[in-house]
Structures are given as structure tokens and as C-alpha cells.
């Protein structure tokens, strides 16, 4: 960098962080050099290293560090099991997630109702699914059948088979049709919505406090996931496409207060997929590695996701604004299914 003109600081490379993906290495610019300048030389930097991609470099919050995040040789990862197994007792209404960690080693855990929605995107076998299946299990480990409902649908008819006989179902199966997809979330944010606004609306409370106070007429909380929703749209003609929006975004707008909360994931972050409308009401949302820096702009505002190295490493975008990079955990196939059998 400082071959380059940039003003910095001496490296220590103790501050560096040593993470399950990449290693950090912090460094503080000195008098008013600019972030921006360094950002624009990451490609040259790049070669410089001889790294294998470009390098993501961008401002550590809540530090006066700037890093530049270099790919480790060889990636470690992490297992999904021991942090379900230290996952405690939800407080009320609370639906914590394992996000996974970030580069200094912090375990990243999150409220889903909080959010209340999440969007995911990233391109194909960047982990979408798998992480997708990581926060079911997270919310599956915390919550027993008839105190969670999932509605889960995937059109591409892989990735959820696991889940299928689980009890915690809406309509007792993943739902893997277009059409009955469509029904299902239209069912939701039409009839069930509705029940439930009518339910607290004459008690006038949120159904957090309603189910507090009414233990016996209690409402679990309704998580729908839908893994590949450009799949979903692309089979509707435009006018369909508008007015399904419409009521998902309705939904989306008063599942606060009713607990029915959002997963949407795709592989096609384009502005006609992930149209203005759906991100305004998807305040969280996580980048997996993505094809071009556009896509990155369309999910989190920003470049820099597609530079990301695939293999369920994220960015993830707070309500806030501020973006962490996580590394997803990872669970195989044979151990879920067996997970799932010890829980369902
Ligand atoms: N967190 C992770 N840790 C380690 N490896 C991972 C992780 N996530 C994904 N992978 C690897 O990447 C592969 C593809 O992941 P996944 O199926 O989740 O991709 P996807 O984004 O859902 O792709 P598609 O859009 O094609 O469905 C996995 O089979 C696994 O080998
Ligand atoms: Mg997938």
C-alpha cells in the first residue's frame, strides 16, 4: 500500500484475525487518506499478493481499523452441531439463529423476529440452502412441534427433502409445486393473517403479549422459507406477478405484530427479481457470493459480494445498515438426517 502512495499506520500483525475463511489484516490509515483511494487499488493489490481473487477491504466497525480480508490457503469449517447443541431456551417470542462467525472468531446470533423478514441471495453453490438449513435446524433445536410452524417451499425439489415428515409443517409436507406454493402463501397472508389481527385487534396487543397473557389460546410463530423465489414469479404472468407481490408485501408489512416472519432466498439478484418494493420491506439481508457487483448493489446497497470466496461465506446487512462478513457453519447430509431424526 505504501508502495502505492497510501499513508499508513505500521502493521502489527498480532491485530490480525484469523478467521475460518480468510485472514484479516487491520491496518489504520494516517491523516485524512481515504478508504476509497486504498478500495480502488484492490485489484492491483490483488496481483501484488498474487491472490487468487480480489480482496474485500473496507472500514471494521466499531474499531478505528480499516482491513483487507486475504483468503486463507485453505479454509476450515464450521461444524453446525456443537453451536445447536449450546443454543439455550428462547426468551418469549424470540426466534434465535445461528448466523455463523465472524473473522475474529465471534459467534454471530440472531433474532429472526426481530428482523422480522430475510432476504438471502447468492449465486449457485455459493450455500444458500445449506445455510438455509442451518436456521431451520437452529429454530427446530429451540422450539418443540406446536409451538413453531414452518411453511417451507422448494421449487427445485433438493435441498428440503430432509425436512419433510417433520411436525412442524403448515399443510403437512415441503411443498415443492408452483401453484400450491402460491395458494399456501396467499392462504397466509389472506385468511391466517387476518385471524390473527382479528384475534389481537380485540384485545388490542401484539401477539407477543397476547400469547403471554392467553398461554392457552397462544399462536406459534410462523416462519415461511422460500428457496428460489425467481423460480415461484417466473411462472406467473405479470399482472399475477404484481398482485402476488402486493400480498406478500402485505403480509410483510403487519407479520410483526401477527409473528408470521419472511425467508426469501435467490440465486437471481437482479432489480426485476428482487424488485424495489420486496427490499424495502426486507430490512435484513445476506449476500452470498454473487456474480457481479451489481448484484451485490441490488441486495445490500453496496459492492463487494462478489468478491466473496463462495462456500457459505456471507455478508450480512443489519436493519442498520452495518454489514458484517460471516462465515456460515455446515452440517452434512447424513448428520442432519440423522439430527432430524432425534428431534422429529
Ligand atoms: N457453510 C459452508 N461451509 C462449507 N461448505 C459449504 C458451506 N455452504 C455450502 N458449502 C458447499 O457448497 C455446496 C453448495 O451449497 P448450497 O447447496 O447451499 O448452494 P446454493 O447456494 O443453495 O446453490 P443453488 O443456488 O444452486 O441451490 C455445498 O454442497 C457444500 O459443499
Ligand atoms: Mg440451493
Not at 423476529?113 to 438455509?132: E, I, N, R
Amino acid at each position: 500500500m505504501r508502495r502505492r502512495g497510501i499513508q499508513i499506520m505500521k502493521i502489527n500483525p498480532d491485530d490480525a484475525d484469523v478467521g475460518p475463511s480468510i485472514v484479516r489484516f487491520k491496518f489504520r490509515l494516517a491523516g485524512n487518506e481515504s478508504l476509497k483511494k486504498v478500495q480502488t487499488m484492490a485489484e492491483d493489490l490483488a496481483r501484488d499478493l498474487a491472490l487468487p481473487g480480489t480482496p474485500i477491504i473496507d472500514n471494521i466497525s466499531r474499531s478505528t481499523f480499516a482491513g483487507i480480508d486475504i483468503p486463507r490457503e485453505r479454509s476450515e469449517t464450521i461444524p453446525l452441531r456443537p453451536l445447536l447443541d449450546a443454543l439455550g431456551q428462547p426468551g418469549p417470542a424470540e426466534l434465535p439463529v445461528i448466523l455463523g462467525k465472524t473473522p475474529d472468531g465471534t459467534l454471530i446470533r440472531e433474532d429472526l423476529a426481530d428482523f422480522p423478514h430475510l432476504l438471502v441471495a447468492g449465486a449457485t453453490g455459493s450455500g444458500k440452502s445449506v445455510f438455509l438449513r442451518g436456521l431451520l435446524l437452529s429454530l427446530l433445536t429451540q422450539y418443540r412441534p406446536g409451538n413453531l410452524e414452518l411453511l417451507i417451499v422448494d421449487p427445485k425439489r433438493t435441498d428440503f427433502t430432509f425436512f419433510n415428515r417433520l411436525p412442524y409443517l403448515r399443510g403437512g409436507k415441503v411443498i415443492v409445486d408452483g401453484n400450491e406454493a402460491r395458494t399456501a402463501l396467499l392462504e397466509l397472508a389472506r385468511s391466517e393473517m387476518q385471524r390473527r389481527q382479528d384475534l389481537i385487534a380485540n384485545r388490542s396487543m401484539r401477539m407477543k403479549e397476547f400469547n403471554q397473557r392467553y398461554p392457552d389460546e397462544a399462536q406459534p410463530p410462523i416462519v415461511a422459507l422460500i428457496d428460489e423465489y425467481a423460480l415461484l414469479t417466473n411462472m406467473m404472468d405479470k399482472k399475477e406477478r404484481e398482485s402476488f407481490e402486493q400480498d406478500l408485501m402485505i403480509l410483510a408489512a403487519a407479520s410483526r405484530a401477527v409473528s408470521i416472519h419472511l425467508i426469501i432466498a435467490t440465486q437471481h439478484p437482479s432489480a426485476e427479481i428482487v424488485t424495489s418494493k420486496l427490499k424495502a420491506n426486507l430490512d435484513a439481508r445476506i449476500a452470498f457470493k454473487v456474480a457481479t457487483n451489481t448484484n451485490s448493489r441490488v441486495v445490500l446497497d453496496t459492492p463487494g459480494a462478489e468478491n466473496l470466496l463462495g462456500n457459505g461465506d456471507m455478508l450480512f446487512r443489519r436493519k442498520s445498515g452495518e454489514i458484517i462478513r460471516i462465515q456460515a457453519p455446515f452440517m452434512d447430509e447424513m448428520t442432519m438426517m440423522e439430527y432430524l431424526k432425534q428431534i422429529g
